[in-house]
C-alpha cells in the first residue's frame, strides 16, 4: 500500500519519477523520498514529510539529476510517519532500497545485525532489508547476488527496489507478496509498484512473479525465479491510456470516479452481454464445465468489495437457488472452513493484489475447491494471474481511495454471474433474458440518479455538523447500507453504522435521537412494508429520516421524514447498484464541505497490499 518507481536511462530520471510518484500517491501519502547516482558516483538521497508536492518543493529549491534513481511514497506500517521513518533507506557504502510490504521477522534480523554493529537511524523493517544487503555484500561484489541471499532470509511481503554506488548501472527488484513490475524503454528501462506510474513512458511491462530476482539494466533485464533459475517472463501491452489517470474537469478524482459510473457498467457487460442473453463465453472457455458442476459458491473480499459479495449472496441463493458464503478475507483465512463438494471459490478487488484476499485464494487451491473465479479491474494483477476464471471489470484507473466505479462495476460483473450460474441450475430463456435486459438498463439508471446531485449537495449540509449517523437498508440492499456508511466515515471522519433494518429494535434504536441522521434506501420490493414499520420506530424517537425512495413506495415527506424520490421502475435485481448512487454523492459533498482530503483520506490507502 505504499508506491514505488524506479528508473535507469542515459538521461536525467528524476521528472520520470517525480511524476510516477504522483500517479501512485493514492497508495500512500504520509512521506515521499527520492535516492539518485548521478555523475559523482555517489548516492544522493531526499525525504520529506506529507504530499509528493512536498518532495516537489524541496526538489525546486534544491535541484538534483541523475541518470539511475528508486522514490517512494510511503502509508506507514512500521513506525510512524515522520522524514527519518521515510524511504529510501540506506545502509553503508551507498546502498538504498526502498520497499513495500511487511517484514515479519525483522525483529530478529534487527538484533544480528546490531550484533555485527549496524547502527539504525529508524523505527522501520525496510531498514533492516538495507543493512542486510550490505552484509551479504561484503561475501560478494555483486548487488544482485547480495539482494538474492537477503531475500531468503526475510519472512512476509515484499516488493523491493535496490541500487549501489558500486553497481552504479544497475537497479535490482525482488518480490513476493506485492507487486512490483518492470517496463521496458529504448535504451532505458523502469520499474513501479503498478503500471499506471509509467504510462507516460512505457506501454510494455514484465511481470515479476513469485519470488523472482531482476536486474534492470538499461539495455536488458534479467530474471531468476525462487529456484535460482534464469528465466524469461513475458511482455505484455497495457491498454490503459496516460491520461486516465488525470481528473479532467473534476475537483476531485472521487467525483470524476462517480460519474464514469455509466460508462464503467456499460464497458462491463459489452461484449459480454447480447440479444437479451449472456454470451456462453463471458467468464472464459473453461467456464461452462466449472459452471455446470458448481454446487455451492465461496465468496472472499474485503471493504467494498465485500459489500458487493454480500448483495450478491440474495441473488446467487434467490435466483439460482445455491449455498452462498460471504467471507472478509482476512477472517476466512483462519477459520479453517469445512469446504462442501463442487464450491466454487470466488474473490473479488479492485487492484487485484489486496494481500488478505491474495492469501485467502492461495489457501483455497490447498483446500479442494471446485475452481477459482476472480472479479477484478486490474488485468495484470495477482489475483488475476493466479485464478483459473476470471471476470474483468474494466473501470478503468481508480484512483480515489474511496472506491466508487469498482464497487458498480462489480455489481454488474457479479449480476453476470448470477445469470450464468443460473442457467446451469434451471433457469429458462424467458427468466435469462428478463435479467439480462435489467443488467443492461443500469448504466442509464446510473445516470438518471446522477441528476439528483443538486438536491443531494443541498441534502449534504444538513450532515456538517453531525457526529453520528445511521444507515438502514433490507435484503439485498442491507449491503448497500453498509457500503454508504463506509463512504461517509472515510471521507468525511462522521461515524457511520449500518444495519439491517429489521435490526433496529436489537440495539441501534437506543442510538437513534434528533441529532443522529438516519439514512434509508428504500426501493419498492416485497421487503418495503415490513421497511415503512422500521422507520415508524425511528420516527418514534425523535429520529430524524432521509429517505432515497422509489416514486411508488408511498413513503411521503412530513415532519421529520426528508424523501429523496429516485428514478422509477427499477427492478430488485438493479437497486443495488442504483441506490448506491446517492450515498456515494452524499458521503462526498458531505466531505467537501468539510474540507477533508477526499482522494486522499487520513490513515487510509488504496491498495491494501499487507496484512
Excluded at 3 to 22: E, F, Y
Excluded at 601 to 609: D, F, M, Q, W
Aim: hydrophobic content about 45%; aromatic content about 6%; glycine content about 8%.
Amino acid at each position: 500500500m505504499c508506491g514505488i518507481v524506479g528508473a535507469v536511462a542515459a538521461r536525467d530520471v528524476v521528472p520520470i519519477l517525480i511524476d510516477g510518484l504522483k500517479r501512485l500517491e493514492y497508495r500512500g501519502y504520509d512521506s515521499a523520498g527520492v535516492a539518485l547516482l548521478n555523475g559523482t558516483g555517489k548516492l544522493h538521497r531526499l525525504r520529506t514529510v506529507g504530499k509528493v508536492a512536498r518532495l516537489q518543493e524541496a526538489l525546486d529549491e534544491a535541484p538534483v539529476h541523475g541518470s539511475l534513481g528508486i522514490a517512494h511514497t510511503r502509508w506507514a506500517t512500521h513506525g510512524v510517519p515522520s522524514e527519518r521513518n521515510a524511504h529510501p533507506h540506506i545502509s553503508r557504502d551507498g546502498i538504498a532500497i526502498v520497499h513495500n510490504g511487511i517484514i515479519e521477522n525483522h525483529d530478529e534480523l534487527r538484533a544480528d545485525l546490531k550484533a555485527r554493529g549496524y547502527e539504525f537511524t529508524s523505527q522501520t523493517d525496510t531498514e533492516v532489508i538495507a543493512h542486510r544487503i550490505h552484509h551479504h555484500l561484503e561475501k560478494t561484489p555483486k548487488l544482485f547476488d547480495a539482494v538474492q541471499a537477503t531475500v531468503k532470509e526475510l519472512h512476509g511481503a515484499y516488493a523491493l527496489a535496490v541500487m549501489s554506488e558500486k553497481d552504479p548501472d544497475t537497479l535490482v527488484l525482488a518480490r513476493a507478496g506485492c507487486p512490483v513490475v518492470v517496463g521496458l524503454g529504448q535504451g532505458e528501462n523502469f520499474v513501479a509498484s503498478d503500471v499506471s506510474a509509467l504510462l507516460p513512458v512505457t506501454r510494455d511491462f514484465v511481470f515479476l512473479e513469485e519470488g523472482d530476482v531482476a536486474a534492470i539494466h538499461r539495455e536488458k533485464v534479467e530474471i531468476v525465479d525462487a529456484a535460482g533459475a534464469r528465466v524469461e517472463r513475458p511482455v505484455k501491452q497495457s491498454e490503459l491510456s496516460a491520461d486516465a489517470v488525470d481528473k479532467g474537469d473534476y475537483a476531485h478524482y472521487m467525483l470524476k470516479e462517480i460519474h464514469e459510473q455509466p460508462r464503467a457498467v456499460a464497458h462491463t457487460l459489452e461484449e459480454r452481454v447480447a440479444g437479451h442473453r449472456l454470451l456462453a463465453a463471458a467468464f472464459g472457455p473453461a467456464a461452462e464445465e466449472v459452471l455446470k458442476k458448481t454446487g455451492a459458491v465461496q465468496i472472499v473480499a474485503c471493504g467494498t468489495s465485500w459489500h458487493a459479495g454480500s448483495v450478491a449472496r440474495y441473488f446467487i441463493e434467490q435466483i439460482c437457488r445455491l449455498p452462498c458464503w460471504v467471507d472478509i478475507a482476512s477472517e476466512f483465512r483462519y477459520r479453517d472452513p469445512v469446504v462442501p463438494k463442487n464450491t466454487l471459490f470466488v474473490t473479488i478487488s479492485q487492484s487485484g493484489e489486496t494481500a488478505d484476499t491474495l492469501a485467502a485464494l492461495r489457501l483455497a487451491k490447498q483446500r479442494g475447491y471446485l475452481s477459482s473465479l476472480a472479479i477484478c479491474n486490474v488485468p495484470e494483477s495477482s489475483l488475476v494471474r493466479e485464478s483459473e476464471l476470471v471476470m474483468l471489470t474494466r473501470a478503468g484507473p481508480e484512483i480515489g481511495v474511496a472506491s466508487t466505479k469498482a464497487f458498480t462495476t462489480q455489481l454488474a460483473a457479479l449480476g453476470m454471474l448470477v445469470v450464468a450460474l443460473g442457467k446451469h441450475h434451471g433457469m429458462d430463456a424467458e427468466r435469462e433474458g428478463n435479467l439480462v435486459k435489467r443488467l443492461t438498463e443500469i448504466p442509464r439508471l446510473i445516470e438518471e440518479t446522477l441528476s439528483l446531485d443538486p438536491v443531494i449537495q443541498e441534502l449534504a449540509k444538513k450532515f456538517v455538523t453531525k457526529n453520528h449517523a445511521l444507515f438502514l437498508g433490507r435484503g439485498a440492499l442491507a449491503p448497500v447500507a453498509m457500503e454508504g456508511a463506509l463512504k461517509l466515515k472515510e471521507i468525511s471522519y462522521i461515524h457511520a453504522e449500518a444495519y439491517a433494518a429489521g435490526e433496529l429494535k436489537h440495539g441501534p434504536l437506543a442510538l437513534v435521537d434528533a441529532d443522529m441522521p438516519v439514512v434509508v434506501v428504500a426501493p419498492n420490493n416485497d421487503l418495503l412494508e415490513k421497511l415503512k414499520s422500521n422507520l415508524q420506530e425511528v420516527r418514534a424517537r425523535g429520529g430524524e429520516l432521509y429517505v432515497f425512495a422509489d416514486p411508488e413506495s408511498g413513503i411521503e415527506p412530513s415532519d421529520g421524514v426528508n424523501v429523496i424520490t429516485m428514478p422509477k421502475h427499477v427492478s430488485y435485481f438493479q437497486a443495488p447498484a442504483i441506490y448506491t448512487i446517492p450515498l456515494q454523492l452524499l458521503a462526498y459533498h458531505v466531505a467537501t464541505l468539510k474540507g477533508t482530503d477526499v482522494d486522499q483520506p487520513r490513515n487510509l490507502a488504496k491498495s491494501v497490499t499487507v496484512e
